[in-house]
């Protein structure tokens, strides 16, 4: 690249930090697992429904009724375990995966111009946001619904409404690289939806966990399918580097 930085280049997407970057970012996928197994543990008096059951009530610390829920978690530590390990693979995928690889990760072969600064502030930007959904998530596991503090709540939205914007944000960014950026598109506008109905009603609906579902359920998945493109960008560039001849250009 010229001094100026003006001349476009191919970043390097074939590094160990992108790779690990980018299944750090698809490791959020385990939360599902976690969720399905605190729900089988569950003791309440009645079963635990995703339909009626807020998501915070499978990491409540302690039996009994919580804002007029009957909660009985005995797996809390293993969902709040998940929410800190979906955290953290969201803020080393912020930090390990660099703005010029997500400019370009969806699509081979296209070059960073660092005079065209509207893809690089949405590269910084998708950055900033899944970074402040992951500390979200994290402080949802760390600090418990029953743990009598706001901060659980802050948490909760930061992560709906951070991680949802990332993934508009990083929409448009590859809507002309891959049709993946509908996937990502459709899940940041659900959960946008979701977010606001759940703000306008304060979660007073019929089916309450169903919403809150709606919230979360896409960032997560969405977050895993950009992880997903990423990886498999990294992962075919290695390969070919691999392949190639000593000395010719990947």
Known sequence: ?????????????ASTRQYIGAWSVLSVLQYFAA?????????????????????SDLG?????????RDVCSPLNWLMNASFVVQGLGMLLGALLLSSGLLCVAARAGILVAP???????????????????GAGTMVVGLVPEDAGSWIHFAGA?????AGALALLVLGFLWLRQTTWA?????????????LI????TSLDVPLPGLLERLMAYPVTLGMAAAGLVV???VHRHRVHMRAAPAGYPA
């Not at 939205?157 to 409404?161: G, I, N, Q, R």
Request: charged letters at 10%; glycine letters at 10%; one cysteine or more.
């Open 115 to 133: 005079a065209r600064w509207k893809p690089w502030l949405a590269a910084v930007a998708v950055r900033l946001l899944t970074a402040a959904a």
């Open 157 to 161: 939205v930061a992560y709906f409404l």
């Open 1 to 13: 690249m010229s001094p100026a930085g003006t001349v476009a280049y191919i970043p390097d997407t």
């Open 60 to 68: 409540a610390w302690h039996c009994g009724i919580y804002d007029g």
């Open 182 to 194: 509908w996937f990502l598109l459709g899940c940041g506008v659900v959960s946008v939806a979701a």
């Open 231 to 233: 990886a498999r960008r």
């Open 197 to 200: 109905t759940g703000a306008v």
């Open 35 to 55: 969720e399905a197994a605190v729900i089988g543990a569950w003791v309440g008096p009645v079963p635990y429904s995703r339909m009626t059951g807020l998501i």
